[in-house]
């Protein structure tokens, strides 16, 4: 039965990718947007990703942040963390080579940004596609990279890039979240010779 639903944006275009809900039936949603107008500011980028947090009837906006990191971005997963006040996002930005790299990031109960990372190769792109938390402080990530180096960690289950010059790797990377910072646990590589993207985590 549909409780709610409603629309959101701007004159540009967005793009809703991620979707968490809190035990209170409070919706969170990451995307992007390209829209001067969009509820809380205006993209400061030809794409900007944002985070909105809806009441439980669906109703009322309770916040709307945009990331505005230097570059485009995109915000593709959401996860809120046990007291299902503060959210993490990832996706993926334009870095200082013009390339991509995938981020995450850490919103406080406003929708302020806290902190964020970057899982980043000046050799390629990086996607960062889903995100999950653990019980402790871990926050883990998947996506896929075409960076033949500069991403896995010294000891992960793989460090080689799996395929030709024009293929992609999947990657699984994870996170302490200190309550100040990201710290890189590993990152390694997971694929085969072909096309490998991670969905899911």
Request: charge should be negative; aromatic fraction near 12%.
């Amino acid at each position: 039965t549909l409780a709610y639903s409603r629309y959101l944006g701007g004159t540009g275009n967005e793009a809703g990718h991620g979707i968490a809900v809190n035990t209170s039936g409070q919706a969170y949603v990451t995307g992007y947007t390209t829209s001067a107008n969009f509820p809380g500011g205006a993209a400061a980028d030809a794409e900007d990703a944002f985070v909105v947090q809806l009441d439980a009837a669906g109703s009322v906006l309770l916040y709307s942040s945009l990331t505005n990191f230097a570059g485009n971005d995109r915000g593709q997963g959401i996860v809120l963390d046990a007291s299902g006040t503060d959210a993490y996002i990832t996706g993926f930005r334009t870095n200082d080579a013009a390339n991509e790299a995938a981020f995450i990031a850490k919103l406080d109960n406003t929708g302020a940004i806290s902190y964020s990372a970057s899982l980043d190769s000046p050799a390629g792109n990086e996607r960062g596609l889903a995100i999950a938390r653990d019980d402790a402080t871990g926050v883990y990530i998947t996506g896929y990279t075409n960076s033949s180096s500069g991403i896995a960690t010294v000891g992960a289950y793989d460090t080689t890039f799996n395929g030709p010059a024009a293929s992609q790797d999947a990657f699984a990377a994870k996170y302490t979240d200190t309550r100040a910072a990201f710290t890189l646990v590993y990152a390694t590589y997971l694929g085969g010779y072909s096309n490998d993207v991670g969905y899911g985590i």
